[in-house]
């Protein structure tokens, strides 16, 4: 594995928090062991009213945790992670090439001889025959043959002798001039565990049926195709009701595993224009591509870190990539490679990305807390976006989308809200405020406009996904109560399919699913979609 893999994996692993799914800022263990930002833990007990009451329940473990006296800021501070942050962050300089001296020669196993090529003890007396004429035989002895081709002469040096132990390891055959020679080895019968016959086909190489040897059947090679595990083994997900989040459910696929085949970390999602499904994870820095029934038709590596994907009008996977020199990495539906851009965009961390109809795409950037427009050459257009709390400000701008107008649709995670621009950028309206009442965000990551330019949002935190009009206004709760499915289940991604259903990526701690459903099928729905009153704080310019 690369040293640039390596470090992705440490981040995605252990260096990154639960509750905002970024890199650790302050980073605070509670009693239970586990890591959470500082802020991320403050707006987590503040905005679920665990405050008054003193202690909460860990997000992760939903063990009871007793706040201190002096408020979050008094847990302890993980100073291991701290350590292995900057132990990363360091080895991000390359490093220089290291001259390995030159190894020393083998020692000789051959026993120490002396300068006759007797190993020290006399050899056994061996009769000397004679050849016609009295002169000594070529073939005498232990001598070997004689100077000249068989004449009288002076013997050669004998070969070294190696005189056996006075035991004999078991099985083991003594040869005088090479010593005990060790049985042959013949490996035991070895069962390889195939794939799920699910995932028979990831990739378009379809795996052979697993062999395994049996005694006596000789000695033929194990199944070289068994399924490889990238992650160590999972608990089992918790056994929950089946018809949680049933309502208005169309389809599901994947699940979280320690295959190669499998989800690790999911984050991205996209449907093409054929219904293919495309889904990124950031555990490995994969791609998945299934087909409209949910069935596995393609997985491939991106040797970068990569976060969400889209789909342009081209049937081409846009993926953004964590790289110096690139924004996003373009592929074909079959995986081959087509071409990286984003020179521009540089001291940034790119996440989210959205393709408008006329071509072109728009990219989101948490580091500068801006947003990226680009032509359809994929070069810079036009940039909007900083660091605040107002109007056309963003704190961590997640994820991104366009509507039938081209208008860009912004969610942010850290301001609970979503924003809408014109396609230069130009602010319209922002929704949403930090809550768990119906049309309330805490958290929001995935966003998609409809056909109608309605405005899904995958309301993280509150375990749910929203419906709102193009104007901000709430309409419908399509998914909820995601958190019955295990052990923190939570929507991260939204995506919509041609017919008009809403596809929910779910992520949890032992779950990872991909469900379709009818988005007018609903948990619950307002009760007059233009009225303000059903939104949350909607702001129109």
């Given at each position: ?227 490889p595990l990238l992650y160590p083994t999972i608990p089992p997900p918790s056994s929950e009701s089946g018809d949680s989040c049933s309502k208005g459910l169309q389809l599901k696929f994947g699940k979280k595993g320690a ?216 309409t419908r709760t399509v998914v909820s109560g995601t958190h019955q499915l295990g052990e923190d289940v939570r929507p991260v991604n939204v995506a919509m399919t041609p017919r008009g259903d809403v596809a929910v990526l ?36």
């Amino acid at each position: 594995m690369s040293t640039l893999n390596l470090r992705n994996r440490i981040e995605e692993d252990h260096l990154t928090c639960t509750i905002c799914f970024q890199p650790f800022t302050r980073p605070k263990a509670l009693p239970c062991l586990h890591t959470f930002c500082e802020h991320c833990l403050r707006e987590y007990v503040v905005s679920r009213g665990y405050e008054p009451s003193g202690e909460f329940p860990c997000p992760i473990c939903r063990v009871t945790v007793k706040i201190p006296s002096g408020g979050v800021d008094q847990f302890a501070d993980n100073h291991l992670v701290q350590s292995l942050s900057h132990t990363v962050d360091n080895t991000k300089v390359r490093p220089q090439p290291v001259v390995r001296p030159t190894p020393k020669p083998r020692r000789s196993l051959q026993p120490k001889t002396d300068d006759d090529g007797a190993t020290g003890a006399p050899p056994p007396y061996t009769p000397t025959p004679f050849a016609e004429g009295g002169a000594a035989s070529s073939a005498a002895g232990c001598y070997g043959g004689m100077e000249g081709g068989g004449g009288v002469g002076q013997p050669q040096h004998p070969p070294p002798r190696v005189n056996p132990p006075p035991f004999a390891p078991p099985g083991y055959n003594f040869n005088p001039q090479t010593g005990y020679n060790p049985p042959p080895y013949y490996p035991p019968p070895v069962n390889y565990p195939g794939p799920s016959p699910s995932y028979m086909h990831v990739g378009g190489n379809p795996v052979p049926p697993t062999s395994s040897v049996q005694p006596g059947a000789g000695h033929s090679a194990p199944n070289p195709y068994p399924a490889p595990l990238l992650y160590p083994t999972i608990p089992p997900p918790s056994s929950e009701s089946g018809d949680s989040c049933s309502k208005g459910l169309q389809l599901k696929f994947g699940k979280k595993g320690a295959s190669v085949t499998d989800f690790h970390k999911p984050f991205g999602l996209a449907i093409s224009d054929a219904c293919d499904f495309i889904v990124t994870d950031v555990g490995g820095n994969r791609i998945f591509v299934f087909n409209y029934r949910g069935e596995p038709k393609k997985a491939f590596h991106c040797d970068s870190r990569i976060k969400d994907v889209a789909v342009n009008s081209k049937n081409e996977i846009l993926v953004v990539v964590n790289k110096p020199g690139a924004a996003l990495i373009c592929y074909d539906m079959s995986g081959r490679y087509l071409g990286e851009h984003g020179k521009f965009i540089t001291h940034e961390e790119t996440q989210g990305i959205s393709p408008f109809i006329n071509g072109g795409a728009v990219i989101t950037g948490i580091q500068n807390h801006s947003v990226y427009i680009m032509t359809d050459q994929y070069k810079l257009s036009s940039k909007f976006g900083r660091k605040g709390t107002g109007d056309g400000y963003f704190q961590s701008p997640a994820f991104v989308a366009t509507d039938s107008k081209n208008h860009i649709i912004v969610s942010d995670n850290v301001n609970h809200n979503v924003q809408v621009f014109n396609s230069q950028g130009k602010f319209k309206v922002r929704f949403g405020s930090k809550g768990s009442a119906p049309g309330q965000l805490f958290q929001p990551m995935g966003v998609v406009a409809t056909a109608d330019d309605n405005i899904i949002v995958a309301d993280t935190g509150n375990c749910r996904v929203e419906m709102f009009t193009s104007k901000g206004a709430y309409t419908r709760t399509v998914v909820s109560g995601t958190h019955q499915l295990g052990e923190d289940v939570r929507p991260v991604n939204v995506a919509m399919t041609p017919r008009g259903d809403v596809a929910v990526l779910l992520k949890g701690n032992y779950f990872a699913e991909v469900r379709v459903y009818n988005p007018y099928t609903s948990a619950s729905s307002g009760h007059d979609p233009t009225s303000v009153k059903d939104s949350a704080t909607c702001v129109i310019a």
